[in-house]
């Protein structure tokens, strides 16, 4: 009887390559199968590297012959968002500016993991420059949740997610700038990650917003993060923000928490993160996860954070204003496309740029680039950027203030479920809500994990539960969210991800 690898973790496949059971290639290939037989409909990948993928699997394989493996992961199977830069492999940010661009370089997180020996399968499709929570805004067409087809995988990193939930890869790559790691995570029933900001190189990282993105893991368990952040974490001197500091042994965190003994541990739930806009199915299965932890030892107490309710307003001039400023960079004369205006014999350098720009950027990084360069500008500068900035400032004491009372914060990882595709795309305001709990951890640059905790009664879709920590304590959400993760399993028998529709041939 054969194995079915694409349904190991990370973990489980690195122990079989160790043992001599399979071989990298042999996983590689299963993989890119599989993503053959289902990728039609799911659309998770913008671009399927087979030829590179099998090549690095046999360089592993030849490298685990001669004894000598790059690290735990070598041969193990990865993919990669497309906001980060790949040699010799198209790099496109899910927008039409960016077809066809193939980088001349690797960002520091892709040659991390060629370096650790970890075969790319591809890229994975995004929202236009990050810029989305439904991944509807891809210039590429939408990636559909594997959970139900009609439903969204969450944004911008869905194809990510729904790469990992449906089988197609057992590890990704994600970047987070308002929850674009951790909402996916939520709603497709996958773990993932936000690093402390600085804690993993940005260098490389196509920018949507410099002071907020940091890529992280999308994975089926909390270990696989763990292994995969111990790859790519770390100190970057091609990174001007990256943290020179050990980000610690995650790993060792994972089997501590995985005992599922939180003796000791004060968990603070944040008061501001519930009510009104929070489906009852979401809620349900966030007060059975406390149920756990408070078995499990936690001491679970409720915790204030007022500010928190100006996050999203604060995000939303942040976040435009930086994205305004670095998409600029895009102007026709340097890479990307080019359009020239109809009907004008000599264009000048000024109406190629507005051509360009116009057919090239779609609505919503318009829309933001307007709103970012409104703020900037003169006499609104103050006005507006300038006090969102001392809000985030308010926004980072009260995680302060919380982490002198508790070790950990907890919440939902997303106020709903994954919402059917077009139900908001037309609504930017409903769109942006879907990161109301996340966004404060980017504000604030704290660590935090989405563990899937279980299927809300109205849907049966998957719901996540948030854990964030101080800065540099990383290890605190690994602890925490594989303890949860564990007394979940205790109570299905098994991953979530097992209960999930089957995702077989062209359709389901």
């Given amino acids: 009887m054969s194995t079915d690898w694409t349904r190991k973790t990370a973990a489980e ?4 390559l160790a043992a001599g059971e399979t071989s990298s290639v042999e996983l590689t290939r299963a993989h890119l199968d599989r993503i053959a037989q289902v990728d039609g409909p799911v659309h998770a990948f913008l671009h399927v590297d087979a ?4 090549a690095q699997a046999q360089a592993s394989d030849e490298r685990r012959a001669a004894g000598g ?22 790099t496109t940010c899910g927008s039409r500016i960016l077809e066809g661009w ?4 690797d960002a520091t997180v892709v040659a991390r993991l060629r370096e650790a020996g970890l075969p790319i399968l591809g890229k994975t499709n995004m929202d236009e420059f990050a810029m ?7 210039a590429y067409g939408t990636t559909h949740n594997p959970w139900d087809l009609d439903r969204i995988p969450g944004g911008s990193g869905g194809g990510s997610a729904a790469a990992v939930a449906a089988f197609e890869a057992p590890l990704a790559v994600g970047t987070d700038t308002g929850g674009s790691i951790r909402q996916p995570g939520a709603v497709t029933g996958t773990v ?6 600085g804690g993993v190189s940005r260098y490389g990282l196509v920018a949507l917003a410099n002071s907020l993105d940091q890529a992280g893991p999308v994975t089926r368990t909390v270990l696989d993060a763990a292994l995969l952040h111990e790859v790519i974490g770390g100190h970057d001197p091609l990174d001007s923000t990256s943290i020179d500091q050990p980000i610690g042994n995650l790993v060792e965190a994972v089997k501590q928490g995985s005992s599922g003994d939180l003796s000791g541990v004060r968990v603070g739930v944040i008061t501001e993160m519930s009510g009104e806009g929070w489906q009852p199915g979401v809620l349900a299965r966030f007060q ?9 030892g936690a001491e679970v107490v409720e915790v204030s954070c007022p500010t928190f309710v100006h996050a999203l307003a604060t995000y939303y001039l942040i976040l435009p204003a930086e994205a305004s400023s670095n998409l600029a960079r895009f102007d026709a004369m340097r890479y990307g496309l080019r359009v020239l205006p109809e009907g004008v014999a000599d264009p000048s350098a000024e109406e190629v740029m507005r051509a360009t720009r116009d057919a090239g950027f779609g609505p919503e990084v318009k829309r933001r680039i307007i709103l970012g360069t409104y703020a900037l500008s003169s006499g609104y500068y103050d006005a507006y950027y300038g006090q969102a900035q001392k809000v985030r400032t308010l926004i980072s004491r009260d995680f302060a203030n919380a982490f002198e009372q508790v070790e950990v914060l907890v919440s939902p990882t997303a106020p709903t479920t994954a919402f059917p595709i077009g139900e908001k795309v037309d609504d930017p305001l409903a769109m942006y809500l879907n990161d109301l709990a996340t966004i404060p951890a980017n ?13 809300a009664d109205e849907d049966e879709l998957p719901s996540g539960f948030q854990v964030l920590a101080p800065a540099l304590a990383d290890d605190r959400v690994y602890r925490v969210g594989a303890a949860l993760e564990a007394l979940l399993a205790g109570e299905w028998g098994g991953p979530l991800l097992d209960r999930a529709p089957a995702l077989e041939g062209a359709a389901r």
């Avoid at 193939?102 to 370089?105: E, F, L």
Wanted: no cysteine; proline share 12%; charged share 15%.
């Fill in 13 to 16: 496949l690195a122990d079989a």
């Fill in 51 to 54: 030829d590179g993928a099998l």
């Fill in 69 to 90: 493996p790059a690290s735990s992961l070598d041969g193990v199977p990865i993919a990669v968002k497309d906001v980060l830069a790949t040699k010799g492999v198209p």
């Fill in 102 to 105: 193939v980088p001349p370089y």
């Fill in 132 to 138: 989305g929570s439904s991944t509807e805004h891809s």
């Fill in 192 to 197: 993932g990650v936000k690093p402390t900001y």
């Fill in 288 to 296: 059975d996860s406390l149920d756990l932890l408070t078995k499990a």
């Fill in 443 to 455: 504000l604030a640059g704290v660590p935090g994990i989405s563990v899937p905790n279980g299927l």
